[in-house]
């Protein structure tokens, strides 16, 4: 089976975040050009930020890669910090499905 890096980072986080991935995980990715929170992608970094707001995730995994820019970055890890997020992990892509 081959899997792309996020899928991957997401399934080897699933090993090592077994209460992560027992309450359904919430994978926030900035990576690939790609802004998604759970299964829904929004065309711009703003409108992410904006659902992360409305949603109040508990445990989040946030996911990018040397191509996002490090400002993105830095506004989700705020905005999930602004909504209380229990559990924050952030992990870059790059090095998975190598």
Not at 12 to 27: C, I, R, V
Request: hydrophobic share 40%; aromatic share 8%.
């Amino acid at each position: 089976m081959d899997l792309s890096s996020i899928d991957l980072a997401i399934k080897y986080h699933s090993l090592e975040d077994e209460e992560w991935a027992k309450n359904g995980g919430t994978s926030i990715i900035i990576a690939a050009g790609k802004f998604v929170f759970k299964n829904s992608e929004f065309k711009t970094a703003k409108e992410l930020i904006a659902h992360i707001e409305q949603q109040s995730p508990k445990n989040v995994l946030v996911l990018y890669d040397n191509d996002t820019v490090p400002t993105v970055i830095v506004s989700v890890v705020d905005q999930c910090k602004k909504a209380n997020v229990g559990k924050l992990v952030i992990k870059s892509i790059e090095g998975y499905g190598r």
